[in-house]
């Protein structure tokens, strides 16, 4: 059986903008699944539950998890301490792990900034201080700078128009690679697609082409 892959989209979007993701990891021989979820009515902990379920529904063969933004802040949340899940893998795709400036910059604009960020804002502003649990996660960030992110906050440094590169790093990352595209980009690049792959089967990212 292959291994099975669940994919999260980020913020302010859903399932089906994984479409073309989801295809080049069934094409690398995946079993796919794609997880919906209302990224700001949903709290953490109901969403955290249901990744959990969806899950265990795919064991006891390894499933990976691969998270766009914040659904790989919400796929690290899952697996933190869940001694009860199936083995596997995370790749995150530009997901602020450090916390993000945009986001903060987005919650001055005061309560509707506040709302349109949601359950999840805490997490979305300050991230984690470092990756502790078992499972291997590897970081793919972009520098492309093209997006709403860099009009709402200064962001120093490479970023990929939403997420600053630095906020892409935490200690107890397993591997962590930066490519040519933006933060949407992300979910398109078939550089991001060829590297979540090779992290997936090996635990470490390829060399840069």
Known sequence: MPDQIIL???????????????????????????????????SQERIVERLHSRMQRHAPGPVH????????????????????????????LGSPVKGSAAARGFAGFGQGGEAL??????????????????????M????VPIGLGAMLAHMEGEHDGTVAVAETQLPGLADHCVVETSHTGLVLSADVARQTVH???????APAL
């Open 8 to 42: 999260l989209h980020g913020l302010w979007m859903r399932g089906f903008a994984l479409g073309l993701l989801h295809k080049r990891m069934a094409e690398a021989g995946f079993a796919v699944d794609r997880f919906d979820y209302m990224s700001v009515v949903s």
């Open 65 to 92: 998890l691969v998270g766009h933004s914040l659904g790989g802040l919400l796929a690290l949340q899952a697996c933190r301490e869940a001694a009860d899940l199936p083995p596997g893998r995370i790749v995150c």
């Open 117 to 138: 960020l949601g359950h999840n804002r805490a997490l979305l502003e300050h991230g984690m201080e470092c990756w502790e649990g078992a499972r291997e996660v590897g």
């Open 140 to 143: 793919i960030a972009g520098r």
């Open 199 to 205: 992290f997936l089967q090996h635990g470490h990212f």
